[in-house]
């Protein structure tokens, strides 16, 4: 066992770095990701040691990086490619949703597209406009594209070396609050699947399932329901693409309450497709309809009203409450 | 970097190697061809050299006509403008290193090119900004301290687009010159003779919008000015790693002209301006005017451009200050005195300390704009989570 202590943000960076020392096939592309390191630095000191025809820094064109990666994956290579904010995705959105994700079922299963798309996301950082957004469920709803988003620095790792493996396009959020957070890594560690869901803390009378950015916010909620005698079980999704239903299934038949939190929009979010699926799964368990907290149908808000915008420990503990009252 | 080694012509198998696997061939390399092509450097259309003196040649001969007008009370208004707008910057950037802002875009060292841009503009001219643009937006009487809300975050615009004609910043880059062009088509459609500019950087012009922008303006030939500041760094990226030929010249295949303009001499940027936007209003369609100029400080405050460029570009470019040139100029020539320079000097106190003041002033949104202005005919569901945060939040008052 090789335990490290390190950040989100160095998790990835040495994720990355084994990446290209495993395979030469793999490349990073994107803005400023060569001399610079990308703006969160997550690609620091990668050109330095692999090169600029390994590490590439593009023209500034989300469509025409993308839309190459898809290329280069013709061409036998694993492009991981780093989109700067989630709000930038969206030139590239085309590429993704049209090509990307497609081209394996159009090619008959002969064509594989393992591209790797990085993208920071969600608030909490004191951002401008377009630097905020949680878009994952727009990604979620297209077939062909796994959907993920680590919330530690040992599923940074891990899970960014499975979706660089993985055959398929992989949308890998990375919860940018949370990129200083540290945490044990186990570099030697076999892990478990990529779609695989965690239960992060066990408890018996509700569970909270979230992903990335909220998994710690619900950590903080079960400690505090703790002192109010409540247990409380949190579930990290891992995956939104596909989601660990059964994992998921198996923690709410032992509580019998769910509460699906997230800082997306709740309205058509990832939160809505776990309703309706545990509420089929488990109608006969539940004590209580699955309740979801998360972001209003609204554009994100001005910097100034984040804290009031994101769902902290306050309506993480109001839903459970309302839960519980059922 | 050329890669001229012969050993690594065949795809190398090993892993763990360091040096590019399959990418290293005895092509020639782009940068090297970048290279070659920016070396064939296209002088700039200049009027006013560093040292501030006046220059006439075969190059600038089309545009002086543009300033023949300008009386020395311009010059000294040219003048001031770039000193307050310098001031206004540099206020902001204070602020956001005393914590007032969460984020500060600065223009230090594109003064001229955006007063020269923006004073040749009409009233009735409409202009598609980025988010550097505080020195144009300076020019359309835009009051500054409106432009400190985005970045302050306590809004994502904080202006009026249609009082002065100046759109809201644009911080998706190049997405504005669409929106530019489609203007500029309804200003033709309209029968009007106004003009419609957009500006961007020289990042952005490898976007596809600024791409299909060119097309559209082309093709239906509207009254557009596409106006590139290239102040050489797209935050880590100089120019090199956006395209092979100089900028202006990528107009020519779209089917209209392009100039690149000395960005540091606000005469030679005024007088290509305005020649664009005649074009303009005459009907002769889209115009693209590179202002070659220099990002003096980091793109950002976020950014470390130590990790990326050199002391030394900085410097020379420096010698190059656009606010200096015009001092000179206007000291040779005895078109302003010492009591002017101190007069401005007094302004830009004031307008520093009324920044500073209306920022500090700045109050939070009221939570419930969350709400506000999401759809113009309103809608259910957001009436609903309005509602229901608003019971919310009461519940803490009532609970304590
Ligand atoms: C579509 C998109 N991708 C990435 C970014 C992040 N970004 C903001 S500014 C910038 C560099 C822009 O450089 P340039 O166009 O030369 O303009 P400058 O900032 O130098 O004025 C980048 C990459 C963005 N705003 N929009």
């Not at chain 2, 010698?319 to 040779?332: N, S, Y």
């Not at chain 2, 309103?378 to 008052?397: K, M, P, T």
Request: hydrophobic content about 40%; overall charge negative.
């Amino acid at each position: 066992m090789t335990v490290e202590k390190m950040s989100i943000a160095k998790a990835l960076n040495e994720s990355l770095r084994k990446a290209l020392e495993t395979d030469p096939k793999v490349l990073i592309m994107g803005e400023d990701v060569g001399k610079l390191g990308g703006v969160f630095r997550i690609t620091d000191g990668l050109q330095k040691d692999f090169g600029e025809e390994r590490v590439i820094d593009t023209p500034l064109a989300e469509s025409g990086i993308v839309g190459t990666a898809i290329g280069l994956a013709l061409r036998g290579y694993r492009p991981v490619v780093e989109i700067q904010f989630d709000g930038f995705v969206f030139p590239a959105y085309d590429q993704i949703v049209t090509q990307l994700a497609k081209m394996h079922a159009r090619a008959l299963g002969k064509v594989k597209m393992p591209v790797v798309i990085r993208i920071p996301y969600a608030g909490g950082i004191g951002a401008v406009e377009h630097h905020s957004e949680s878009p994952e469920a727009l990604f979620a709803h297209v077939p062909g594209l796994k959907v993920v988003s680590p919330s530690t620095p040992s599923d940074a790792y891990w899970m960014l070396q499975q979706a660089i493996q993985s055959d398929d396009p992989v949308i890998f959020f990375e919860p940018k609050r949370r990129y200083w957070d540290k945490g044990e890594v186990d570099v030697e560690a076999i892990p478990g699947a990529l779609h695989e869901a965690r239960v992060a803390l066990a408890g018996t009378d509700i569970t909270l399932a979230a992903y990335g950015p909220m998994v710690k916010v619900c950590l903080e909620a079960a400690a505090a329901a703790a002192e109010e005698g409540k247990s409380v079980e949190v579930v990290d999704l891992r995956s939104m693409s596909p989601i660990d239903f059964d994992g998921l299934q198996r923690s709410v038949e032992k509580t019998r309450r769910l509460v699906v939190v997230h800082e997306a929009p709740v309205f058509l979010g990832v939160g809505s497709e776990i309703a309706a699926r545990i509420t089929e799964r488990c109608f006969y368990h539940l004590e209580a309809p699955v309740l979801r907290v998360g972001g209003f149908h609204a554009p994100y808000p001005p910097a100034r009203l984040e804290d009031e915008y994101l769902p902290g420990l306050d309506r993480v503990l109001d839903a459970v409450d309302r839960s519980l009252a059922f | 970097m050329t890669v001229e080694s012969t050993a690594a012509r065949k795809p190398r198998r090993s892993s763990g190697t360091k040096r590019a696997a399959a990418g290293a061939s005895t092509r020639k390399s782009a940068d090297s061809a970048a290279a070659a092509a920016q070396s064939a450097e296209p002088q700039l259309v200049q009027l006013l050299t560093p040292e501030g003196e006046r220059v006439e040649n075969a190059q600038n001969a089309e545009f002086l006509p543009y300033v023949s007008d300008i009386t020395a009370e311009d010059l000294r208004g040219l003048y001031r403008d770039m000193v307050l707008t310098r001031r206004f910057d540099g206020e902001a950037t204070a602020l956001q290193r005393q914590g007032e802002l969460g984020l500060w875009a600065s223009l230090l060292g594109q003064e001229a090119a955006q007063i020269g841009s923006g004073r040749a503009l009409r009233e009735d001219d409409y202009v598609f900004p980025t988010y550097r643009e505080h020195g144009v937006a300076w020019c359309r009487d835009v009051d500054p301290t409106n432009l400190l809300g985005m970045f302050r975050g306590v809004n994502h615009g904080g202006w009026d687009p249609t009082v002065n004609n100046f759109h809201l910043y644009t911080i998706v880059i190049g997405s504005q010159t669409l929106h530019a062009t489609g203007y500029a088509m309804g200003v033709a459609k309209d029968g009007a003779d106004s003009a419609v500019i957009a500006y961007f950087g020289d990042g952005a012009s490898s976007q596809g919008d600024v791409n299909e922008a060119f097309t559209f303006s082309a093709v239906y030939n509207a009254p557009v000015v596409f106006f590139c500041q290239n102040n050489q760094w797209a935050i880590s990226e100089p120019t090199e790693r956006q395209m092979r030929v100089p900028l202006y010249q990528r107009a020519a295949g779209f089917g209209f002209p392009g100039v690149r303009v000395d960005g540091n001499d606000v005469l030679a940027c005024l007088a290509v301006t305005r020649w664009a936007l005649e074009r303009a209003r005459r009907g002769d369609g889209p115009t693209l005017v590179e202002a070659f100029t220099y990002r003096m400080g980091a793109h950002t405050t976020s950014d470390d451009p130590t990790r990326y460029r050199r002391d030394e570009e900085r410097a020379a470019w420096e010698a190059k200050d656009p606010i200096e040139r015009l001092k000179a100029h206007l000291l040779a020539s005895g078109d302003a005195d010492e009591e002017f320079f101190a007069a401005l000097e007094a302004e830009s106190e004031q307008l520093g300390k009324r920044v500073r003041e209306v920022v500090r002033a700045m109050p939070d949104p009221d939570t419930m704009a969350i709400f506000e202005n999401v759809y113009a005919d309103g809608h259910a569901l957001v009436d609903e989570e309005r509602a229901q945060f608003a019971a919310y939040l009461a519940s803490f008052e009532e609970g304590h």
